[in-house]
């Protein structure tokens, strides 16, 4: 029976059906800040101090009264007397008054009544306790304001953003030393078909190993999230049911990668459909490779079924699981950094169809140029010789060698 | 004293003083292949099989002799006798003669006799035993070959090479269960400074908490390597020398984060001196911000001696430390995937100096412009506020409001 008479979509619009019916309030957890380095943060952060609390210098040299340096010049310096020095780390004993500096380092706190900084290169030493100022400094001059990095109570990080070096700096800097992030999301992946094995056996004629299972768990752990594997079943109703049925049960997401022949795409259908509703939402995408591409949702939770070539598994897993993750994280990811080259030759492409072609990245008279590999998409090596993807839009009917294309990173 | 007359040079020449020095046999360690994500691999692997091993189906259809086909057509169809079915997984269970077809599913193996596959599409079902084909296949049409993918003896992946979810892939896809990697090198990461205190602690009036050794950490692992945090010392030779020299003595780099002023950055210079030959290469470099920055090599192990200011920290760990990384380990990194977008205003800039400025990406009608974030290099909020870094070339004067920017991911 050759059910298969379904209506593709593009993906947009596949991606817009699937994330319509997801919930977006994700598991959270509190953990230590210096371990959060790439999740995604659970709400939103405020700064609970002045960043500096007190006025630093940012220079080395004396903290002044400016207006004790007003018309100072090379020819004409204002004479100041040193009363002391400021130590790192500690309060300034004294105060200065009128006619009075300090010396002060890089990071140190001014003292009463200074509220500038003269650099010790706009300076010359008189004696030990007399310098002359060359120039003039403006009230606040060569230091750092209270408050001048983050005010108290300004906004400083919002929900569903990733954690970075810089934000987990930021954050300590604060005194936030726990954070609360939205829990790893519990990915099962569920192979089927009659023809594969685990790589560790060797298999026997007419068999291959598996490769969807291990691609799809670095793909997701990359995202952040955790990989369960569900192993291999074969193409049985019964037992790819139950498989399915309990890794949904246990896990956030379930992605099943099965056969390629339409037999089988159809009990992967029927399978996903048993799992709960509103069951699926898209079955045929516009897409090469990644056509047969199977999307759902089952009591709240996604279900996928992609296609069984790794080429069309990888491009899809990027298309519609990547964007589902974000959803139920409710991670807010920046457009997405790809590499721009001139393509090295002539590609045609279906108009209503997006295309993806693997490419190689090479470096040519110190220009980047994309090279397609061409590969069929059942065939891992073709991803594995190029270093990403170019992307052809469904308005297109080509690009033309010599015109820049994006290359995404795979 | 103000020792600090260092001679600067240009990043480039910075970079190329340190590697230089630095050895290219890393340590090496064979683990899991599917444990080996974003690992780099430490050995040119060849293919030990040709994948696939059989000749197999990349559609649903027939398996034929394609010189049965020839000059078929919805008019003048060929007729075919159906002897049977290849399952999936199994040894073909008889070949074909001239006239016999077998049905056969995308992945299956062809049977002996076979050398093409008609579409289903492409064929009209007479009887249980009977089919006509509507359209002649060429020898090989719609089948993967014997090494196709990939052949015995193919040179697959090159040392150095950062493995990807489609590298598992297609290694596993070989039986490839194992592999040698570079052992991940292992950071030391030192603070210094008088006023620096623990995150965890509330500090007195004139001290700060630690932010360097935080981030520097976060960007240690994201780079593939381990940090091993030494803790901050105050600004005492004696003390700063002790636990640098255990540091660089128990690991393979060692970065000192300490203070801005003079006196520390002498301080520093001094103690990296002392750890061994060849010692500093690099003190100082035509960068903002990063200027002060110490590149050296002591007994075979680089050394960074990187400023305190926390954004031109990050920026010098990731022109120096980053290199020196991938340098050690043999990593082939492909160029830096960079957001392009245009500047939202004019920014100066002086020639001969490389200037880094933080930018946030923003999409105003649908374009994507770099809107300079304006902030000390004092201020860690300064990065958490923005995207990314927009760098400015040496000899440019500066960049005009409109022109295309590439963003560094930050």
């Known amino acids: 029976m050759t059910r298969e008479l379904f209506t593709v979509v593009t993906p947009d619009e596949a991606i817009r059906r699937l994330l319509v019916h997801l919930p977006t309030s994700p598991r ?30 940012t220079m080395d040299g004396f903290a002044v009264r400016a207006a004790d340096t007003f018309g100072a010049s090379e020819s ?64 606040g001059e060569n230091t750092i304001a209270i408050g001048e990095d983050v005010k108290s109570g300004e906004p400083i990080l919002q929900r569903g953003h990733i954690l970075r070096p810089q934000d987990l700096g930021g954050l300590l800097a604060l005194g936030v030393v726990d954070v609360t992030v939205v829990g790893r999301l519990r990915v099962a992946i569920l192979g089927s078909g009659d023809e594969i094995v685990s790589p560790e ?38 037992r790819l049911e139950e498989r399915a049925t309990k890794g949904l049960r246990d896990h956030d997401i379930l992605i099943i990668s099965a056969g390629s022949s339409v037999s089988v795409r159809d009990l992967t259908a029927d399978v996903i459909e048993s799992l709960g509703e509103p069951g699926i939402l898209v079955h045929g995408v516009s897409l090469k490779p990644g056509k047969p591409t199977i999307l759902a949702v089952c009591e709240g939770k996604p279900v996928f079924g992609l296609p069984g070539n790794p080429v069309s598994c990888m491009v899809t897993f990027d298309l519609f699981v990547v964007p589902a993750l974000a959803h139920l994280t409710g991670a807010k990811n920046l457009p997405r950094s790809v590499i721009r080259a001139a393509i090295t030759r002539n590609i045609a492409s279906k108009a209503g169809r997006v295309d993806y072609v693997a490419a190689r990245i090479i470096e040519r008279e110190s220009q980047l140029v994309a090279e397609p590999v061409l590969g069929k998409s059942n065939a891992i090596h073709t991803l594995v010789r190029a270093d990403g993807m170019i ?6 009917t080509g690009v033309a060698e010599g015109e820049m294309v994006e290359v995404i990173r795979f």
């Open 391 to 396: 992307r052809i839009a469904a308005e297109k």
């Open 201 to 238: 056996v060797t298999p026997s004629v007419a068999q291959v190993r598996d490769v969807n299972s291990y691609t799809l768990a670095s793909l997701v752990r990359r995202a952040g999230h955790e990989p369960i594997l569900l192993g291999v079943v074969p193409d049985d109703r019964g």
């Open 76 to 139: 004409l310096p204002s004479s100041l007397s040193v009363v002391g020095e400021i130590a790192m780390g500690a309060m300034p004993g004294r105060s200065i008054g009128s006619g009075q500096c300090v010396r002060i380092a890089t990071g140190g706190m001014l003292p009463a009544g200074a509220d500038a900084v003269v650099m010790v290169e706009r300076t010359q030493e008189i004696d030990d306790s007399t310098i002359e100022v060359l120039k003039p400094v403006a009230p």
């Open 28 to 57: 959270t957890e509190t953990i230590r800040t210096v371990d959060a380095i790439d999740r995604v943060l659970a709400e939103d952060l405020t700064s609970p101090q002045n960043l500096p609390a007190f006025v630093r210098s």
